[in-house]
Each structure stands twice: as structure tokens, then as C-alpha cells.
């Protein structure tokens, strides 16, 4: 059966993709949170 292998590259599209789009979302609102707290007084 195709169909099963055709499911599960769909299966793993369809939940890879939001897990990088959140990944991107964290760590840009991580950074943007961190940018202005970098302060480095010797």
C-alpha cells in the first residue's frame, strides 16, 4: 500500500511545520526580550 507512506509523509509535514514555525516565533520573541536587558557594565 502506498497510501500508508503517502499518510505518514503528511503525517510528519503536517506536524514538523508547526513545530518550526513555533520554534522560529520563540526565539525571535526570546531575542527581542533579551535585546534590551543586554546591558554589560564592566
Do not use: S
Not at 514538523?16 to 536587558?37: C, F, H, K, S
Amino acid at each position: 500500500m502506498h497510501d500508508a507512506e503517502l499518510w505518514a509523509r503528511w503525517y510528519i509535514w503536517l506536524l514538523a511545520l508547526p513545530v518550526v514555525v513555533i520554534g522560529t516565533l520563540i526565539r525571535d520573541w526570546v531575542g527581542q526580550r533579551r535585546l534590551p536587558r543586554t546591558r554589560k557594565r564592566p
